[in-house]
């Protein structure tokens, strides 16, 4: 039985890896500080065999007594508000931490990947993106704290690739949506569910016009599955390539809803992309993957979701 070590394993995407992971007989140690993960997305793999959790922040050291076959390093906060409201170990873990889990890899000979984001383009002034693009960031503005982090975590990630000779994978994941993300997460799609279900105006920010590429988790899981299992180490782009105006999403949702769309505005935040739409040629070309699920399906599920999670705490 083969071992994989996730980190961020109580977050929105690292809960539906340990999920898929262990549906493909692998046993799977999950880690997470729990600083913006939930527990309560791992509730149902607690008790079950192959599946172990550990509480840890992975700036330190990491110990791990079995052999591990891979690694994914998925540990960070990823929303504004929550690398805003913690800018400090949101740089520590994209890069004390990846130097840790990169360690924990070249020890145990383990393949590791690196869940990297789009956010790495900055706001772009390549449209479409592709991999080849170096980005427009501001290291100093607001969002620099995630940004930077990740693109430090590429190079040292690319650093171990070259002088160790080790097997790394890196992902630049583009806005994914679905169950389990928070709702006070402050991502829109999240924000957007939450004002919906309970029959608030959705906010928009600037004018709405600003756009970005929705992809369900499910779809987003299989093609880091496929980077994983790939023979190539250079950064792919997974996302959905159709380009949505916020004003778009918030319309597609609230017919989906049956509800009548009202707006507020609200000024559109520092450095605050104004288009992100990923070029997929490369992953499609070489894995055969692209997204699959339409946004009114992932969205009819993320919906579902939510409804029966309020029913629950009412």
């Not at 918030?250 to 104004?274: R, S």
């Amino acid at each position: 039985m083969p071992t994989v070590v996730i980190t961020g394993a109580a977050g929105f995407l690292g809960s539906h890896l340990c999920d898929r992971f262990m549906s493909d007989g692998w046993r799977v140690i999950g880690m997470d500080n729990v600083i913006t993960g939930n527990l309560d997305n791992l509730a149902h793999l607690f008790g079950q065999a192959g599946f172990r959790f550990v509480q840890q922040d992975v700036t330190e050291f990491i110990y791990v007594e079995e052999d591990v076959d891979a690694v994914l390093h998925f540990a960070s906060p990823a929303s504004p508000p929550d690398y805003l409201k913690h800018p400090i170990q949101t740089m520590k873990v994209g890069a004390l931490g990846t130097h840790k889990t990169l360690g924990l890899a070249k020890a145990k000979g383990a393949r590791f990947l690196l869940a990297s984001t789009s956010e790495v383009y900055g706001d772009p002034q390549v449209h479409p993106q592709t991999e080849d693009y170096w980005g427009h960031v501001n290291p100093i503005g607001p969002r620099g704290v995630y940004d930077e982090a990740k693109r430090f975590a590429e190079a040292l990630t690319m650093a171990y690739r070259n002088d160790h000779g080790m097997e790394t994978r890196i992902i630049r994941i583009f806005n994914t949506y679905g169950p389990r993300m928070r709702l006070n997460d402050g991502r829109v799609v999240p924000n957007f569910v939450h004002q919906i279900l309970n029959g608030q105006p959705i906010t928009l920010y600037g004018d709405g016009e600003q756009t970005r590429s929705f992809c369900y988790v499910r779809d987003l899981v299989e093609g880091i599955v496929g980077v994983l299992t790939c023979d190539d180490s250079m950064p792919f782009n997974l996302g959905n390539p159709a380009e949505l105006s916020m004003r778009q999403l918030a319309e597609t949702m609230c017919a989906m809803a049956g509800m009548d769309l009202e707006i507020t505005y609200m000024p559109l935040p520092v450095d605050d992309p104004k288009r992100r739409q990923p070029d997929i040629t490369r992953v499609k070309t070489e894995l055969g993957w692209e997204p699959k699920i339409s946004i009114e399906e992932g969205m009819k599920e993320t919906f579902e979701f939510y409804r029966t999670l309020m029913a629950k705490k009412n």
